[in-house]
């Protein structure tokens, strides 16, 4: 049984998914701006919802920080850069997979 967890690289603006501790997937992200930073530190997803509305695209996957996560976006041009309010942005079809390989509780590390 896979144990994954996450790690999302702000320098890089990628989210890794790693089963134990090889990396199993990388997917390309969107960051918080330079005022609303992505917030570096160790976070847990507590909640997960397709379908959100608004926004946040395809997925929402809340992190134990509360008003962030790691979410789907109506504007795709946006992934590679500094455009979020703090959260994390994925393409839809990768935010969807990513929420259909881990469980709630899953360990997010945002590094910077």
Same mark, same amino acid.
């Given at each position: 049984?896979?144990?994954?967890?996450?790690?999302?690289?702000?320098?890089?603006?990628?989210?890794?998914?790693?089963?134990?501790?090889? /990396?199993?997937?990388? *997917?390309?992200?969107?960051?918080?701006?330079?005022?609303?930073?992505?917030?570096?530190?160790?976070?847990?997803?507590?909640?997960?919802?397709?379908?959100?509305?608004?926004? *946040?695209?395809?997925?929402?996957?809340?992190?134990?920080?509360?008003?962030?996560?790691?979410?789907?976006?109506?504007?795709?041009?946006?992934?590679?850069?500094?455009?979020?309010?703090?959260? /994390?942005?994925?393409?839809?079809?990768?935010?969807?997979?990513?929420?259909?390989? /881990?469980?709630?509780?899953?360990?997010?590390?945002?590094?910077?």
């Amino acid at each position: 049984m896979p144990r994954y967890r996450i790690i999302v690289d702000l320098s890089d603006r990628q989210l890794y998914l790693l089963d134990e501790n090889t /990396v199993v997937r990388g *997917f390309p992200v969107g960051i918080g701006k330079m005022l609303t930073a992505t917030p570096v530190g160790e976070y847990t997803i507590i909640n997960k919802q397709p379908n959100p509305g608004g926004p *946040f695209g395809a997925y929402w996957m809340g992190l134990s920080k509360p008003h962030y996560g790691i979410h789907g976006t109506n504007d795709p041009s946006s992934i590679g850069h500094e455009v979020s309010k703090g959260c /994390v942005r994925m393409y839809n079809e990768d935010v969807v997979e990513l929420a259909s390989l /881990v469980p709630i509780g899953t360990k997010v590390t945002i590094r910077p």
